[in-house]
């Protein structure tokens, strides 16, 4: 009997040590936080398969017996649960009671609101459809004086820290903080001094970045397009026609592509003025481009090709002809269709 109560104390203790003392996983050598995602309605079963199947999680046996005695009192919360440095029994405390970490949210590199709820979906336990919903109600975009087509104008490029089972709704009240932040009193006074919208001065932002990625020519772009809304003209940019077509491999924009889209509200050769929103999500700094956009006559400009990054400015039609044939003769050269 003395033995037996002995050998039932040790194992007490060892449970003990193991369930309040002893990480739950080895953090040696390692940067990146280890998480546990837990969606709505995942039973304890299914959380002790999801960090089985993590080779540096330790002590499985006595978390799952911790988790399985917990949920007979309280129920697993879904969430981001930190699996770095706690005990299994600090880890059924959080999980039991909703006791989450934040995860950072990004965005960069996105042109349609599909790839945009596709990515906020990939880092959040909402799915892509629940955000497309968001970005075509109607009611709620009137409560950020946004429509589906300028929504995109909304996401300022930044790293947000949310918690993954926040709703799309409650992203999208973060997101708006952060876009009230960064059009602050200058960036406003700058854009009212150019005479455009914030949405306007996205809508071109996008289109520049579209244009060129080289930080020393936007301001010129920009100032490039700007001339061409002030003056009449078509905007004629070739990105506004892949994103009416929805075909950004196209490498070459012919005629039989501005015809396929010509009643688009985004092809800019057709209809004149800014397309109804941005074709993309631009960065902050092609913002600051165009609301420090270059003062010039330029009102066209041609890529250089030949192996040169960046693109010839022209203020004359006639000198812009000759930019265009050398850059088209150019692609034939190289086969570009």
Excluded at 33 to 50: C, E, N
């Amino acid at each position: 009997m003395k033995k037996t109560l002995i050998i039932a104390c040790s194992v007490l203790l060892a449970l003990f040590i193991a369930l309040t003392i002893i990480p739950i996983r080895d953090t040696d050598n390692e940067e990146a936080p280890h998480r546990l995602f837990i969606a709505q309605g995942t039973t304890s079963k299914a959380v002790f398969d999801s960090l089985s199947a993590n080779p540096s999680v330790r002590m499985k046996s006595p978390f799952f017996l911790a988790l399985k005695c917990a949920t007979f009192f309280r129920t697993i919360q879904p969430g981001c649960y930190d699996l770095d440095g706690i005990c299994a029994l600090r880890l059924v405390r959080n999980i039991t009671s909703g006791r989450q970490v934040p995860v950072k949210v990004t965005f960069n590199n996105i042109r349609t609101l599909d790839a945009l709820a596709a990515r906020l979906s990939s880092q959040m336990m909402a799915d892509s459809a629940a955000f497309m919903h968001v970005f075509y109600d109607s009611l709620t975009l009137n409560k950020y004086m946004f429509d589906s087509a300028s929504v995109v104008s909304l996401f300022i490029p930044d790293t947000y820290e949310v918690y993954w089972t926040e709703s799309p709704n409650r992203l999208l009240e973060k997101i708006y903080k952060n876009y009230c932040a960064f059009w602050n009193d200058e960036r406003r006074s700058l854009a009212a001094a150019a005479q455009l919208s914030q949405t306007e001065v996205s809508t071109i932002a996008s289109i520049v970045e579209e244009e060129s990625n080289l930080k020393s020519e936007q301001p010129t772009i920009a100032g490039l397009y700007i001339n061409r809304l002030r003056s009449g003209m078509k905007l004629q940019a070739d990105p506004t026609i892949k994103f009416a077509l929805n075909d950004f491999t196209l490498k070459r924009i012919r005629l039989e592509h501005v015809n396929a889209c010509a009643s688009s509200p985004y092809n800019t050769y057709t209809q004149i003025g800014l397309p109804p929103g941005p074709i993309r999500i631009p960065s902050k700094q092609c913002l600051d481009a165009v609301l420090n956009y270059q003062h010039h006559k330029y009102l066209f400009m041609c890529a250089k090709g030949h192996g040169e990054a960046g693109h010839n400015f022209a203020v004359t039609f006639a000198e812009h002809c000759r930019n265009a044939n050398a850059y088209q003769k150019h692609l034939n050269e190289i086969g570009i269709q």
